[in-house]
């Protein structure tokens, strides 16, 4: 995976280069009063509804501040980095939205990216912009190697001019996953436990840290290495898979990895052969969340699932986030799908902070986050309902939230915040 990403990253780079995007090519940023900042999410596939939420609240909250950026005036533009062929984010499609984000006049900052392995695709082109590096904020990818040492030569190859520009407002996989193992031992007492990944970074990174702090806490790992066992998107069914497991006995089997990828047959499956989520507990990361398909799913009621940040309803009750999903609601007709809508317009919020202290153009803007002090969000403001603070150093959030859910009634529903011991 990493060579192949870094192979991309640089035949990316070089198209850049033969494309003639120097600081006097039509993609440079002198400072205009009027600055574009866009999204770059999966518009295809299963996550659709969550993502198009995401781009609704978004709008909505830029008209809420009158699209205003301290002196300037900012106006939003959507990517999509998934394909219908594939039904889920495309590593070909986040590399060409990465050259158009560079060439896009007046555009000085992404608001992404829903997958991790999509951000470690784009992020080092980003960084490369001759006019930059441009800043990118993302609401949703949790893998820790993005901003901090995790696999080899993580996290200094995505930022290959050895400036950051890369933020995010949710936490990360090291504490998702040791949060879900220590919820599987404290209040599941789990004992014996299965670990699958889809063998993507994502779900390969929350599989690790699940993995190494349920060892850690005493339970038996049943399945073998640092990601447990991957499953083949491709195939048509996991009965085997599952009958192989089965044979082995467990009382939980942990999920690390995408409902995209072919994840509601795995949850059918687990359930035709081992049994219900009550006598065998199944549980899975935010990669499972915010997914209608899976929550109506009969097979999925009382999974477990855990958030990288705080539920809707465990935000507080009034204030700017409350406000929002109000008018979110009033706006659209419904309430906006899964947690990481708010997210998003949080991650807007650094954005738009970073602007008012800039000078408009797009290397301004990334040393407002990454100089100083860093963007700070006081909790008055914030969408999210307590301060935000970005580390000008790594570009991590000071929060470390968790929150843990189970499909029930064919929604998610809060079980319970966690902080990770």
């Not at 995976?1 to 494309?19: E, N």
């Not at 996953?177 to 209040?187: H, K, L, P, T, V």
């Not at 670990?195 to 806490?217: C, H, I, P, R, S």
């Not at 929002?324 to 799908?337: C, N």
Request: hydrophobic residues 40%; aromatic residues 8%; glycine residues 10%.
């Amino acid at each position: 995976m990493s060579r192949k990403l870094t192979v991309l990253a640089v035949v990316v780079a070089a198209g850049l280069a033969i494309s003639g995007c120097s600081s006097t090519s039509s993609s440079s940023n002198s400072g205009s009063s009027s600055l574009v900042i866009s999204s770059d999410l999966p518009l295809q596939g299963s996550s659709k509804d969550s993502n198009d939420s995401t781009n609704k609240a978004i709008e909505l909250y830029l008209k809420q501040v009158n699209y205003k950026a301290g002196k300037y005036t900012v106006s939003f533009k959507i990517y999509d980095d998934a394909t219908a062929a594939k039904g889920a984010w495309d590593d070909a499609t986040c590399a060409k939205n990465a050259v158009d984000h560079v060439a896009n006049r007046n555009e000085v900052a992404v608001m992404g990216t829903y997958n991790s392995g999509c951000a470690k695709i784009i992020v080092p082109v980003l960084n490369q912009d001759p006019n930059g590096p441009m800043l990118m904020v993302s609401h949703a990818n949790t893998n820790p190697g993005l901003t901090k040492a995790w696999n080899p030569g993580e996290p200094e190859k995505f930022y290959p001019k050895g400036v950051r520009n890369y933020a995010r407002v949710c936490t990360t996989d090291d504490y998702q996953g040791s949060a879900a193992a220590q919820f599987a031992n404290e209040i599941l007492k789990a004992k014996r436990v299965y670990v699958l990944n889809d063998n993507q970074t994502y779900g390969q990174g929350v599989a690790q840290a699940f993995t190494t702090e349920a060892k850690k806490l005493g339970l038996t790992v049943l399945s073998s290495g640092a990601y447990g066992e991957a499953w083949d998107a491709k195939q048509p069914n996991y009965a085997s898979l599952f009958n192989k497991i089965k044979g082995l006995h467990p009382d939980m089997i942990y999920v690390g990895g995408i409902f995209d990828n072919n994840g509601g047959q795995l949850v059918k499956d687990k359930f035709t052969v081992i049994g219900d989520n009550e006598k065998v507990k199944f549980m899975a990361p935010d990669g499972f969340t915010g997914y209608p398909d899976l929550t109506k799913l009969p097979e999925a009621q009382g999974m477990y699932l855990t958030f990288a940040g705080l539920s809707a309803d465990l935000l507080p009750k009034d204030g700017a986030g409350a406000k929002l999903l109000a008018d979110y609601k009033t706006t659209y007709g419904s309430d906006p799908v899964g947690s990481y809508p708010l997210y998003g317009v949080a991650a807007v919020q650094v954005i738009l902070a970073a602007i008012a202290a800039s000078d408009g153009t797009r290397k301004s803007v990334n040393a407002a986050v990454f100089g100083g002090a860093g963007i700070s969000i006081p909790a008055s403001d914030s969408v999210l309902g307590k301060a935000l603070n970005i580390d000008p150093k790594t570009g991590d959030v000071n929060a470390k939230d968790i929150t843990v859910e189970i499909v029930k009634g064919n929604a998610e529903t809060t079980v319970q915040a966690w902080t990770v011991k």
